[in-house]
C-alpha cells in the first residue's frame, strides 16, 4: 500500500484530504507542521508527500530543503498544494526536480477530483 | 503610518485569510455529497468568490506598484477563456453569453491582470441583470487604431451615473443604482486596467453598451 504523507496546517481541510486519501486506499499519515512532519518521516518513509507551503514556525520550502538531505526520501515525491498561487511561487524546473516535485497546485481552485488524480499520477 | 497604507494592509490580509473557508466550503461539499449538482454549484460559486477575492488583491497591489509586468498576450485567448469561467453563472443567471473576439489581436498585457479583471466585470454584469434571458457579450474589436475590449449587455448605464458609481464605490451600498450589490467587480476591473490600458469606459457597439478597455496594437507582435 502506498503511503501519502499529508503536510497542511488548516485541520477541516486536513480532515478531507485524509479521509479522501484513505477512501482511495492509501496508507495516509497527517500532520499540521514542519516539525511534526520531520518525526511523521522518521517513523515511517512516505512515497509521496502533499504539502502546503505556507506553514507555521519552519515553511514548507525550509522543510523540503532538510528533506533533501534524507538519503532514503530521494525517490519520494512531493506536490505542492498551496493557498499560495503557483506563479507567485517562481519555481524553476530545476529547483522543482532538485527536490522532486511533481506538481504545484494552487490549493482554492485544486478540487479533490483533481488531487487524488495528481496523487495516483505521481505514485504510478 | 498612513491611514490608507493600513487600511489597504488589512484589506489585503483579509482579502488572503477569506480563501481559506471558502476552499473549506468547496472540499467539504466535494467530500460529503453525492449530489453531483450541488456539488457543481458550491465549487462554481466558491471560485467565483475567490475570482473576485484575487482580483482585489491584485488591484490593491497594483496601486502600490506602478505598474504591472507585461508580456505578449493573445487577448481573444483571454476573452475566450473568461467566457468559458463565466458559462456556469450565466446559465444560472437566465443569460445568453456570447463571445465575439473573431479578430486575433496580440497586444503586450499582463494575462493574469487580465483575466482577472475580466472575469471579475463579466461576472457582476451577468449577477446584475434584472431582466430575464438577457444577452451578454464577451467582445474584442478594433476601431480607430486602438483595439477594445469589454463585456457589453447588462443594465444601461449612463457616463453621469457611471462616472458617480467611481466616486460612491464603497461608501454606497449601491453606487449604481439600478443594481441592487455593491458592483464591486466593476470598480476592481477599473483599478486593475489603470495600471495596465487605462480606465474602463462605458462604450457602445453594435447596439449594445458596455464596459470596455482599450490597447494600443503592438505592431511588431503582429509581424511574429
Partial sequence: MKKILLIEPDRVLLEVYKEVFTR?????????????????????????IIIEL?????NGIELLNELKSYDDLHE????????????????????????????????????????????????? | MDNSIDERRLLTALAEQLKL????ISRLVELKSTDHELIRQITETSEIALQLIDGLILSIDTKSQSSLSLEP??????????????????????????VDTSVS??????????????????????????????RVVVKSYKHNNKIYAGIFGGEKVDQDSFKRSKILAGSARQPLSKSSTSSAGIFIADSIFATLSGNLSLVRRNNMTGYATSFVPSKQLELV
Fill in chain 1, 24 to 48: 482511495e486506499g492509501y496508507k495516509v499519515k497527517s500532520v499540521e507542521s514542519s516539525s511534526e512532519a520531520i518525526l511523521a518521516i522518521e517513523d515511517n518513509k512516505p512515497d509521496l
Fill in chain 1, 54 to 58: 505556507q506553514l507555521p514556525a519552519h
Fill in chain 1, 76 to 124: 519520494c515525491k512531493v506536490i505542492i498544494n498551496s493557498i499560495i498561487p503557483a506563479d507567485s511561487l517562481g519555481m524553476s524546473s530545476a529547483i522543482k526536480k532538485a527536490y522532486n516535485i511533481v506538481a504545484t497546485v494552487y490549493k482554492p481552485d485544486t478540487s479533490i477530483e483533481k488531487l487524488i488524480g495528481l496523487a495516483s499520477a505521481a505514485l504510478e
Fill in chain 2, 21 to 24: 473557508p471558502i476552499t473549506q
Fill in chain 2, 73 to 98: 498576450v493573445c487577448l481573444s485567448g483571454v476573452m475566450q477563456e473568461v467566457a468559458e469561467d463565466l458559462a456556469y453563472h450565466a446559465k444560472k443567471y437566465d443569460c445568453s453569453l456570447e
Fill in chain 2, 105 to 134: 489581436m496580440p497586444i503586450m498585457g499582463n494575462y493574469k491582470a487580465l483575466k482577472s479583471a475580466f472575469t471579475t466585470l463579466g461576472y457582476t454584469i451577468v449577477q446584475g441583470q434584472t431582466s430575464r434571458q438577457s
